[in-house]
């Protein structure tokens, strides 16, 4: 079956230290996203990728990065400088980005500061 | 910007009862509006879609119609089920594909 896989689904950041979190996807989508959720505040967005090799900015891309280096692939780090890393964090994928058209999510990430 | 407002929740209902999750929207030009529901610990899977004014979108019940000239989006269900329980999100794609989405609301049904 075609979906989205995230993994691990919980991880846990020791203080200055870097994690990447994985989002690979089969359904040959070209555009990816990285969304953050807090409890009661909704999705927000990391960054997000319409194709191979690009990459923009979303409204909280500071302390996070990413790469699009193939097409059913979008690993999302998370850096030291992210103060406030603990969240649950979602990757989603569209066919082509197009405004009427659905995302489709993975399962999440919940990511812990220890 | 885009932005979505939803009613607050949580929301509990009995079983059997009729639902209403308030939702309205800011975009410039015309954006297509989503329900999305997310189960406990899973991630969010589409309800319904309307992708212009006055149309009605429709699943497993629920519905919703795209309301330009009160820019509204609200979701309705006349009888609400417990496996119905579980957060559902408005969100509107608006211009550049991007994605604005609501703060969730939490809906509870009891038997």
């Known amino acids: 079956d075609g979906g989205i896989t995230q993994s691990p689904k919980y991880l846990f950041r020791k203080e200055g230290q870097n994690v990447t979190l994985s989002c690979e996807q089969n359904l040959n989508h070209d555009a990816m996203y990285w969304y953050r959720q807090d409890p009661g505040q909704g999705l927000r967005l990391i960054y997000y990728s319409q194709i191979v090799n690009d990459f923009q900015k979303g409204d909280i891309a500071e302390g996070y990065s990413v790469s699009r280096e193939k097409k059913e692939s979008f690993p999302l780090t998370v850096t030291s400088a992210q103060k406030n890393p603990t969240a649950f964090y979602l990757c989603?994928?569209?066919?082509?980005?197009?405004?009427?058209?659905?995302?489709?999510f993975g399962s999440g990430t919940q990511l812990s500061v220890l | 910007g885009d932005s979505v407002t939803q009613m607050e929740g949580p929301v509990t209902l009995s079983e059997e009862a009729f639902l209403t999750i308030n939702c309205t929207y800011t975009a410039t030009g015309y954006p297509s509006l989503f329900w999305y529901v997310q189960y406990p610990g899973e991630g969010l899977q589409l309800l319904l879609k309307?992708?212009?004014?006055?149309d009605k979108g429709s699943n497993k019940g629920f519905e919703a119609t795209y309301r330009k000239e009160t820019t509204s989006f609200h979701l309705e269900k006349g009888s609400v089920q417990v496996s119905d329980s579980a957060v559902y999100f408005c969100?509107?794609?608006?211009?550049?594909?991007?994605?604005?989405f609501g703060t969730g609301t939490k809906l509870q049904v009891i038997p």
């Open positions: 969100a509107l794609t608006g211009g550049y594909q991007k994605v604005t």
């Open positions: 989603a994928s569209t066919g082509t980005g197009a405004t009427n058209e659905k995302l489709f």
């Open positions: 309307a992708t212009k004014a006055d």
